[in-house]
């Protein structure tokens, strides 16, 4: 898992540093709306212990749940942002062969940078951009509470955050989080914006199923969301959406296009 995470770590700071821009910073921020706000809605798959590899018929217990999601999204220019998450959902899983099923309640809270693929790698000349791709990784905290049961029986076994008969609630238990993944946006018009993102969420705990055991992999689960953005501001134009090849109003484009019309007409009169 570290390996996994170090893997990770070094492609997302590869992709920040390598220059495939002609010039940098083509586009003036405070020209534009640069903020955000979110909500998000999919499914949270569960990758652990106590879970359901393959499908079964003899399976009563439900074995992924939703998750609800809001967030807010500061972009500093037409390439990186920041975005704050908070994710709210169950997760569960079941193994008739261990004679156990789980369910657990997360709260997650996240701080990720953001990298637009598509303004980083291409311009998109003389056209209008209506699908933004892109890439993020952060860290965060998760809170939890957890209960593992007989599969059979419905038995309460243990848990993290109830007490020792699953009876009472107790403070929630926390863990650390590693969240990265990719996202796809398609502009709806100025003010909104509806996607897809997939995200991968690494934890320093395996308690999220209630069910430890030595020498395994922490627990980990995905979220597979739906997501509608407002953008906030009185601007004519949100920054991830710009074009700098269509923004009169940049100097360094301008004058770029006018050195590319010199040269042409130099060619042309040779």
Do not use: C
Request: neutral net charge; hydrophobic residues 40%; glycine residues 8%.
């Amino acid at each position: 898992m570290k390996t996994l995470r170090n893997i990770i770590l070094i492609s997302f700071i590869a992709i920040i540093l390598i220059p495939v821009r002609s010039f940098t910073q083509t586009i003036n921020p405070e020209e534009y709306n640069t903020w955000s706000v979110g909500v998000k809605y999919g499914i949270l798959p569960f990758y652990g212990d106590v879970r359901q590899l393959k499908y079964s018929t003899d399976n009563k217990y439900r074995k992924t749940n939703g998750g609800f999601a809001l967030e807010g999204i500061k972009n500093f220019n037409e390439i990186f942002g920041a975005k704050l998450q908070l994710i709210t959902g169950k997760l569960s899983g079941s193994s008739p062969n261990l004679n156990l099923h789980f369910n657990s309640s997360v709260f997650e809270g996240s701080l990720s940078g953001m990298v637009n693929l598509n303004n980083l790698i291409s311009y998109y000349p003389e056209k209008d951009k209506i699908i933004n791709t892109y890439l993020f990784a952060g860290f965060g905290i998760i809170k939890y509470r957890s209960a593992v049961r007989s599969f059979d029986e419905d038995a309460f076994i243990t848990g993290y955050a109830w007490d020792s008969f699953g009876y009472s609630k107790t403070t929630l238990e926390s863990a650390l989080s590693f969240p990265f993944g990719i996202g796809i946006k398609f502009k709806a018009d100025t003010r909104f914006d509806v996607g897809f993102e997939f995200s991968l969420h690494l934890t320093n705990t395996d308690k999220l199923d209630a069910w430890v055991v030595e020498n395994s992999y922490n627990d980990r689960f995905s979220y597979a969301s739906i997501s509608f953005t407002y953008k906030i501001g009185n601007k004519k134009e949100y920054v991830d959406w710009v074009n700098p090849f269509n923004d009169t109003a940049n100097a360094n484009v301008l004058h770029a296009r006018n050195n590319i019309a010199v040269n042409d007409n130099t060619t042309i009169s040779m």
